[in-house]
């Protein structure tokens, strides 16, 4: 068994049920107003730009990782992925 992701393919057609869409509810209360209270935001948005993009402890733990012989190559990873596929099913 060979395991293989493959977007090209196209869909199983066959015999389908019908879909039965939900209507959707009218809205509660109608607003003319068209501004949105975004004030709530704000602490978010701080947060956000306090936030690091790069977070060094798990960098050092990949570079620690790569840095280590004894990791598996991507060779080995990918025969145990094949091996795991092919005992899957029994």
């Known amino acids: 068994m060979e395991v293989d992701f493959n ?12 879909i039965v869409r939900p209507k959707t509810a ?12 975004f004030q709530r935001t704000d602490s978010l948005e701080q947060s956000l730009k306090d936030t690091s993009q790069v ?24 025969r145990m992925a094949g ?4 005992h899957l099913n029994g």
């Open 26 to 37: 009218a809205p509660a209360t109608e607003s003319t107003d068209t501004t949105m209270p």
């Open 7 to 18: 977007t090209g393919r196209n869909p199983i057609t066959g015999a389908s049920q019908s």
């Open 83 to 86: 091996l795991l596929a092919k």
């Open 55 to 78: 977070r060094p402890e798990k960098v050092a733990q990949a570079s620690a990782l790569i840095a280590d012989p004894n990791y598996p190559s991507d060779e080995t990873l990918n």
